[in-house]
T-cell receptor, first 115, second 111 residues
């Protein structure tokens, strides 16, 4: 089974709809991240969380919100989706115990299309 | 904000040759620089990390260099194989909580 899972894998929605993307991990890591990937722009950090009570904005948080329901779950919400939020979204985890390496483990991604 | 440049054009090389990918950045040097591999339809996979006080790091056929004066990292794959074909991303880490990724360079290794 995959260590980092994302649901849904694909989603098509309309402008103005509320969307939630979910991420779960079985790695036991305390740190979790949400990124979006656009062609030619690379991965950009939206939000990150170092534990259940810790939520931080990343580079591009406007239009997004997150919830860390448990150490293993981190959800990303688009309250009112707009077409320029069409992108590939990745969840990632890392382990504070290995902060000197800080490698991140990525989920398979969610392809979101906003019409 | 930090700007990271990776060659957007694909790198095409022959099997057995050494592939060299470049990552250039502006502004401050990061505490750590990482390289990831991304295959189509999948999330990135961590390959190597190099610290700002390290010049070179090796792992099997992979080698990474880090020149803070030039603000550049080079990523080498020796004896390349078709299975090495993928997109390679560099990532800069500041203060363990700020991550900046490049857009990646696609490598095609032809048999």
């Amino acid at each position: 089974d995959a260590d980092v899972t994302q649901t849904p894998r694909n989603r098509i929605t309309k402008t103005g709809k509320r969307i939630m993307l979910e991420c779960s991990q079985t790695k036991g890591h305390d740190r979790m991240y949400w990124y979006r990937q656009d062609p030619g722009l690379g991965l950009r950090l939206i939000y990150y969380s170092f534990d259940v009570k810790d939520i931080n904005k990343g580079e591009i948080s406007d239009g997004y919100s997150v919830s860390r329901q448990a150490q293993a779950k981190f959800s990303l919400s688009l309250e009112s989706a707009i077409p320029n939020q069409t992108a590939l979204y990745f969840c990632a985890t890392s382990d504070t115990e290995r902060v000197a390496y800080n490698e991140q483990f990525f989920g398979p991604g969610t392809r979101l299309t906003v019409l | 904000s930090q700007k990271i440049e990776q060659n957007s054009e694909a790198l095409n090389i022959q099997e057995g040759k050494t592939a060299t990918l470049t990552c250039n950045y502006t502004n401050y040097s990061p505490a750590y620089l990482q390289w990831y591999r991304q295959d189509p339809g999948r999330g990135p996979v961590f390959l190597l990390l190099i610290r700002e006080n390290e010049k070179e790091k090796r792992k099997e056929r992979l080698k990474v260099t880090f020149d803070t004066t030039l603000k550049q990292s080079l990523f080498h794959i020796t004896a390349s194989q078709p299975a090495d074909s993928a997109t390679y991303l560099c990532a800069l880490l500041y203060n363990f909580n700020k991550f900046y990724f490049g857009s990646g360079t696609k490598l095609n290794v032809k048999p």
